[in-house]
């Protein structure tokens, strides 16, 4: 039997605290899975691109993930697609889990954690966290910030103003003009876009500011310029990928450019933000290991909660 969880399903079982602290886990022991996680991506004949990511793998967890997404910008939602949950013993399908979800929360909170390690401790009177693209992504970026440390302002923008006015009343926040708005205000800044050329430029930016680019995770896409990641601090989640699919590959940059993982950082083997003054980027693309550390944790908490539904493919 195989268990079907919704986006409903997700969102009653997962919550922000677990979730950071399986994620943190992950980025520390990662690496020592000998078998490397790939991502694929393909061009369609309509208005979107497939990419799949393989397989989704744990030091001491006896399954791994296989995800499908669909990505067509002009859709609401833009993202939809499936996790496969595959037992390690015997391959049975343990669960199918509504991606658009997993994606959001594990992109959202990983780059809630990156955020949290490198930036500064923000003004004498608290952070001004600023969000640049008001989706799904930003959404989870700000809850998991808010579990990780205070802020004390929120600015917003987004080109469509209805859901930027949306965002910063959820979160008691303000709308702004322009992403060069949101970085004239703001000591940490969070994107999430579909921008294609820059956003923010080194002359839009200040010392000791910290920006995180979760809109460049496939070839194409570009929030920060490549004069802002050279003069930066510049951390990914895989220096191979961000070069041939994520920020590095559109500002023309290679694998060398990034100072480090965020992995290297919470193993302590890479000392992260040298400075108050340090301007640092976190620039991820997304690996598979994350869509199984959420898929476990969810998988789990359902099976104890009695929640989903279990239905026989095979019959």
């Not at 952070?127 to 809850?143: K, P």
């Not at 060069?180 to 800044?189: I, Q, R």
């Not at 041939?244 to 060398?256: D, I, M, N, Q, V």
Request: hydrophobic letters at 45%; a negative charge.
């Amino acid at each position: 039997m195989t268990l079907v969880l919704t986006r409903g399903d997700l969102e009653s079982v997962l919550e922000p605290e677990a979730c950071l602290a399986v994620l943190r886990e992950g980025f520390r022991t990662a690496d020592a899975v000998p078998v490397a996680g790939q991502r694929v991506r393909t061009d369609l004949p309509f208005p979107g691109t497939a990419t799949a990511l393989i397989p989704g793998l744990l030091p001491g967890i006896e399954a791994y993930t296989v995800k499908v997404n669909a990505k067509f910008p002009g859709a609401q939602p833009a993202l939809r697609g499936v996790i496969c949950l595959h037992s390690g013993q015997d391959g049975e399908l343990l669960a199918l889990l509504d991606s658009a979800t997993v994606t959001a929360w594990r992109t959202g909170l990983a780059a809630a954690l990156g955020t949290h390690v490198l930036a500064g401790s923000g003004s004498a009177s608290g952070e001004v966290l600023g969000v640049i693209g008001a989706g799904a992504q930003a959404e989870l970026m700000v809850r998991g910030l808010t579990v990780l440390r205070p802020h004390s302002e929120l600015v917003v923008h987004d080109t469509d103003a209805e859901r930027a006015a949306e965002f910063a009343a959820r979160h008691g926040g303000r709308v702004v003009g322009s992403a060069k708005d949101v970085a004239a205000a703001a000591d940490t800044v969070l994107m999430a876009t579909w921008a294609r050329s820059p956003l923010l430029r080194l002359a839009d930016t200040r010392e000791g500011q910290h920006f995180t680019s979760l809109g460049a995770d496939e070839p194409g896409k570009e929030e920060l310029a490549a004069d802002l990641l050279r003069a930066a601090l510049l951390v990914v989640d895989h220096g191979e990928l961000a070069a041939s699919t994520g920020a590095l590959a559109a500002a023309g940059l290679p694998a060398t450019a990034a100072d480090a993982t965020l992995g290297d950082v919470l193993r302590s083997e890479h000392p992260g933000r040298a400075s108050a003054a340090s301007r640092t980027v976190y620039a991820p693309v997304g690996l598979p290991w994350q869509d199984l550390a959420l898929s476990w944790l969810a998988y789990e908490a359902a099976q104890r909660e009695g929640i989903g539904r279990r239905v026989d493919l095979l019959a």
